[in-house]
Nanobody, 120 residues
Framework: QVQLVEFGGGSVQAGGSLRLSCAASRYGVSMGWFRQAPGKEREGVAVITNNGATSYADSVKGRFTISKDNAKTTLNLQMSSLKPEDTAMYYC?????????????????WGQGTQVTVSS
């Protein structure tokens, strides 16, 4: 089992930055951030594996950075140049399989989510 608790969401104006964090009871082999906007399906944002491999959705490449703080067992997502279309509930996820795919079905452990709202 992996317990995940996200924090750091909030409201920001377009062009601003936010840092999301996810406190984990332990790391999975793969850790990821996903998001779900109202009326839309949950989608992958970024994934990082135990050997440091990363992948990003095209929509966030160059703006978001996923990282792990091993001393605190915390997964981070640094978001910059935020756009209104980044508005969503953001979820932390983990799995004990190695994957860099941004696929919801590849992850078995989920947090409760933290809301990010970007205003224009």
């Amino acid at each position: 089992q992996v317990q995940l608790v996200e924090f750091g969401g909030g409201s920001v104006q377009a062009g601003g930055s936010l840092r999301l964090s996810c406190a984990a009871s332990r790391y999975g082999v793969s850790m990821g951030w996903f998001r779900q906007a109202p009326g839309k399906e949950r989608e992958g944002v970024a994934v990082i594996t135990n050997n440091g491999a990363t992948s990003y959705a095209d929509s966030v490449k160059g703006r978001f950075t996923i990282s792990k703080d091993n001393a605190k067992t915390t997964l981070n997502l640094q978001m910059s140049s935020l756009k209104p279309e980044d508005t969503a509930m953001y979820y932390c996820a983990a799995d004990d399989k190695w994957t860099t795919r941004l696929r919801v079905s590849d992850f078995g452990y989920w947090g409760q989510g933290t809301q990010v709202t970007v205003s224009s």
